[in-house]
């Protein structure tokens, strides 16, 4: 079945910089890949996705790229803010057995220092 | 639009009590899950609706059982709670099952099972 590894667990950045978050899939099958930013308390939301036809996607500070061969993917975002700061969960679509639709990372806290 | 709405948003259990999550949606989605949130697991399926009258396994479906009372209500109860069982519950919906759909997640039950 589907594997999603997120790294890192934890990133720091400051007020203006750039922050990359990485994913990496086991099943060559899936084909859309989701992120889902949660904010401390609050129910995870999408931010952006991409699907397995596109290398890369932006919706203004936020892009995701898709490398299919090497099965990873990443979420950048630039001139970062305090209040991106949150919890940022990457998934892909799990197929077979019993794993429903689905599968996400473990997660990235990121901290956005002033 | 309530979206989706999740009752209760706490609860403390007693090992071996049993008790059921609530879970509706006013969207008119036909596909309803459940997952559970664990300090740096990540979301995880545990049971999932892709349609009226239809039910099937996640993930981590032991110890769990489902029901979909009608098209917006989707519960989860526990049978017989353990300690392992201590977790945030998320119910989510999207439009259908096709696992390329956002998910609209509710804002959470905190459960802790002493």
């Known amino acids: 079945g589907e594997n999603v590894e997120q790294h890192p667990s934890t990133l720091s950045v400051q007020e203006g910089d750039s922050a990359v978050i990485k994913c990496t899939y086991s099943?060559?099958?899936?084909?859309?890949f989701p992120w889902y930013k949660q904010e401390l308390g609050k129910r995870p939301q999408l931010i952006i996705d991409?699907?397995?036809?596109?290398g890369e996607k932006k919706d203004q500070r936020i892009a995701v790229t898709l490398n299919k061969t090497a099965k990873h993917f990443s979420l950048h975002i630039t001139e970062t803010q305090p209040e991106d700061s949150a919890v940022y969960f990457c998934a892909a679509t799990g197929y077979g057995g019993s794993q429903g639709n689905l599968i996400f990372g473990k997660g990235t806290k990121l901290s956005v220092k002033p | 639009n309530a979206g989706v709405t999740q009752t209760p948003k706490f609860q403390v259990l007693k090992t071996g009590q049993s008790m059921t999550l609530q879970c509706a949606q006013d969207m008119n989605h036909n596909s309803m899950y459940w997952y559970r949130q664990d300090p740096g697991m990540g979301l995880r399926l545990i049971y999932y609706?892709?349609?009226?009258?239809?039910?099937d396994k996640g993930e981590v479906p032991n110890g769990y059982n489902v029901s979909r009372l009608n098209k917006r209500e989707f519960s989860l109860r526990l049978e017989s709670a353990a300690p392992s069982q201590t977790s945030v519950y998320f119910c989510?919906?999207?439009?259908?099952?096709?696992?390329?759909?956002?998910?609209?997640f509710g804002s959470g039950t905190q459960l802790s099972v002493l």
């Open positions: 991409i699907r397995s036809n596109v």
């Open positions: 989510a919906s999207s439009v259908n099952f096709s696992k390329e759909e956002k998910l609209f």
């Open positions: 609706s892709a349609s009226e009258g239809t039910t």
């Open positions: 099943d060559s099958a899936s084909n859309y």
